[in-house]
């Protein structure tokens, strides 16, 4: 059974990018970041035996529940716009299919770079008439919806201080966030057994008052959660003519997964940071792992595998990157 719930963000995010520097963020929420804080809390409310379970049914290939990146949503005159990760082949099928006329060119321009695309452009998309008619009704459609996002979910910057210990001189740093404006926030899909569902919508209700990301000590990052009607997924997940799938997570394919991916469209996301855990308190990094990022094209179902990222010389328990897949249908050309 499909679920989707809403976060309400009480505070900017920081959702650190690959540079780890603090003046970049990210504009989604990565489900592995999702993922790790979801354990953390599951363990303080269930226990670590219970997250061990967890874990070993997740490497087992059966997992309790699979979940989604966030995206953002916008509440925008009466209704609410879901965005997607824009496909990475949308501008090739633009391309391969659209008009050729001066305007047609122009519009095309502007769309390439596209970000997110609502759930009702990609409906039309993955229409009968694919994208030969998609380009000439939506394309200004597009257009509005990118600006209504933008107006609504942007980064900025604040400035902070970091005090010398042994001068207490303030030595200021910049830390970039994402900020929400009213009627906004992301969304995120969950799936799987009823029990695993709950458990982990209780985990996240929880990481909603300790934190999500970077830059918690300054309030950064918590966030209400309220279910939501998932209708508008589940009409793109009847979708058959697609001949494709759309990465709504990061990635990371099997060895029996990377057999056959011709046709399909990726790009890699580069992934590492910090170890955060209570058993130990001295700083380790993460082994690093490029994962398929948001919004690649896949050319068939993969189910892709939790990953173990544990630091050489790290004394505590393993470490583990999620990067099974959550996949809706898209659309490849010619297929």
Known sequence: MLRLVRILPRAPFHLGEATGAMDRVSEVLHSD?????????????FGPRDLESLLESMLSGEPPFRISSGFPFVEYQGDTIYFLPAPRNLQSLLEA??????????????????????????????GPDGAGKFFAKNMKALLGEKEILENSVGKGTRISAALDRRTMSAQPYFVSGLFFG????????????????????????LLGDTGLGGDR???????????????????IRKIVNGGGWLCMSLLY????????????????????????SPQVTVPFRRKRLFLVGEGSVLARELK????????????????????????????????
């Open 253 to 276: 394919p099997s060895d029996a997964d990377r057999q056959d991916i011709d046709r399909s469209s990726v790009y890699l996301v580069d992934r590492k940071g910090w170890v955060s």
């Open 182 to 205: 009213r009627g906004s926030g992301a969304y995120v899909l969950l799936e799987g057994s009823e029990e695993g569902v709950e458990k982990a919508l209780a985990a996240m209700r």
């Open 33 to 45: 970041t999702l993922f790790s804080g979801i354990c953390h809390c599951w363990s303080m409310l």
């Open 217 to 235: 000590a300054s309030g950064y990052g918590q966030f209400e959660l309220e279910e939501g009607d998932p209708s508008p997924f589940e009409e």
């Open 304 to 335: 892709g595998e939790l990953v173990d990222v544990t630091p050489d010389g790290w004394p505590g328990h393993p470490v583990y990157r999620y990067g099974l897949s959550f996949l809706v249908p898209a659309l490849i050309a010619g297929a």
């Open 97 to 126: 299919e659209g008009a050729g006329d001066h305007e047609s060119i122009a519009l095309r321009k502007k769309v390439k770079g596209l970000r997110f695309i609502s759930v009702k452009r990609y409906l039309d998309l993955l």
